[in-house]
């Protein structure tokens, strides 16, 4: 619904150029045409004033988060996701079994099949992707969605943040203030070359997936490497710039919670 015709929004201390948070005095965040004031507009303009604190919090240099180590073997070899929330919600004092998450985490029920040259099969963003609990039937393992909403039945006093597609910056400004963060990347830690990846058939067309697909839990960087409990346990750091290759490269998938 417009609502003026011309309207000007001030809000003090605060204004963004060509993407960057610049601090200035009562500057002038957009003045709308009739057409373009909307109400959705006018909150929104409002309530990048409450973002200032966190944008205006300095990032530290150096993070390392103590968080308890749980493994996914042997009970779930293709359960990483829901191990790694799991340490997610042990840090916050939520203790609810890898086993339990297992069960509950959502399902894509599309079947497997293999035909003319193409694997045909479920898209992860829509639940777990085959069975978690063996390597001798199909299955791959699950997108953000269904973990953020899995956090959210149990993190019932926290706030649960699926910041998928943000910067790696965000990541660190949520490490940097105590907060673990859930992502996907793959079980090399760095960039994978094409050959890694194939493209199924789903429900919703076609998508590259890679049997690489990995989640841990960051909780820690410096200005070398990114911090990790790893489901498997296989590593616990990885050269900073090669993470955020392979973080980038799924999808910039980051999940966390806090009060």
Known sequence: MTIFASTTLFIGYLAYANGELMHV???????????????????????????????????????????????????????????????????????????????????????????????HFGNPYNGFVGSMYTFDEPGLGVYHGPIASLAKKHATNLQVVDFTGEDFKKVKRHVSEGHPVWVIINSHYKHLPKEQFETWQTEDGPLDITYRQHAVLITGYDEEKVYFNDPLNYRSSAPIKDFIAAWEQMGKQSITMYE
Request: with cysteine; net charge negative; hydrophobic share 40%.
């Open 25 to 119: 005095k009562n500057a002038i965040i957009a003045t709308f045409e009739q057409e373009d004031v909307t109400k959705d507009k006018i909150v929104h303009a409002e309530t990048i004033e409450q973002e200032v604190t966190r944008e205006k919090a300095t990032i530290k240099k150096a993070v390392q988060l103590e968080v308890p180590l749980i493994e996914q073997m042997p009970e779930l070899p293709r359960g990483c996701e829901v191990t790694a929330l799991s340490m997610l919600l042990a840090f916050h004092h939520i203790e609810v079994d890898k086993m339990t998450l297992a069960e509950e985490v959502e399902r894509n029920t599309q079947a497997y099949s293999y035909k003319d040259g193409q694997v």
